[in-house]
């Protein structure tokens, strides 16, 4: 098996947590829940939950060294079988895929417009983004296919090859991207606004709903709950410290929120925008403020465009990648029928995903009040990820044999760190998660 190099771990799972999240989705709901305290809970979010289950799906794969479904049977003490069922959780990430693939399409047709002519009110923006959305399906499913062929040449390659490479070329750049752009935007003299809008807390709207916000933002932002860390981690060497690498991750992944959140408010606040725009802030808000900068808004919209282009694609192909490695091993398909099985799949869910939101299609693919694009996100953010995180939580802390798992943690970190990670990951995090799956879901509120 080809294993990734401890950079291209790195960088190959940075890549994975870096995408949409981070530059599109942190950005709005900290705007929603109105700046620094939001932040603060995100913070905690992160550090006491997300980082305690990236190391526990990191330590899982880094030792079994196999597809999730294999991972839960292998490591059980008892050997059960039915840990097998563990394998639902990669369906997550082909779910999350085929709608992440239609909002990527979105992006691309961003870039094509910053070349051409961006809208010259917020009105014709609006208008703009929403007839793009509930009218334009044959220019949807163009960009859809664009970005789903991508996807399925990349990960036809392998793990060395397709994901290592593109990770190490992608992330750079996009590195590089985000640096410029925070440049420009130290110079705006809004910026001074942003800085304070991020880290000044305001307590006032921090609620119920800002704390599953933040717990859901964490969850995702760190792509946990789909097997996508714990499949990743197969392939990470076996005497590479998993401790250090995940909490590299987490760091990369925090870091490129705050920038993208920093660069985007001083934008916004430079324009006299709001910061509470919500979804519509990436496609509706920015492109009339660059509009309003002539020729070097052009320029800065084509790179803005590109740095979510590439933090999505990295995403994109660590979101399927779990259930290639599961088709590969337990049903030994070879990797091409596995592209072929999985990528149609999600192509085909993807345009269910982006008729659901036309004007044309949207009755029929609406159930309970949902439609298909929603329902999709629900069942993986609001479902899946959770149960398979409380799954494996409960999995190391009650199925695994315990020593082994001191054993390997104390090679890498101080036993402190073990026993920290263990008590959390055993008694908080699983009723954390308990919480908040209950809760969106509606049973207590
Ligand atoms: N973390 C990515 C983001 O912030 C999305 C992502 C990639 C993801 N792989 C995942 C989310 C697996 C959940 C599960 O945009």
Redesign the pocket.
Known sequence: MNKFSRLGFIFAAAG???????IWKFPYITGEYGGGAFVIVYLLCIVFIGLVVFIAESYLGQTSEANVSSTFVKLSKSKNSNWKYSGFMVF??LI?LSFYSVVLGWILNYIFISFASLPESSELAGSYFNSLVSQKIELQIFFHTIIALITIFIVLRGVKEGIEKINLILMPLLGLILFGLLIYAINLDSFSKSVEFMFSANWNKIDDNALLAALGQAF???????G?ILTYSASLPKNENFIKSSFYVGIVDTIIAIIAGLIIFAFLFEAGAKSSAGPGLVFISLPVIFQQWGVLGNIIAIAFFSALLFA?IT?AV??IEPLLMLFIERFNMTRRKAVVICGSIFYGLGIIALLSMSNSFKDSLTFFGKNAFDWMDFLTSSIS?PIAAIMTCIFLGYFVDKNKIRDKFTQHAPKIVFDIWYFLVKYLVPFAIAILLLNKIGVIK
Do not use: H, Q
């Open positions: 994975s947590a870096v995408g949409l999240g981070n997550g990430g999350i995702f932002t760190l792509s946990l709950g789909t996508t999505g995403s660590s979101m990820m």
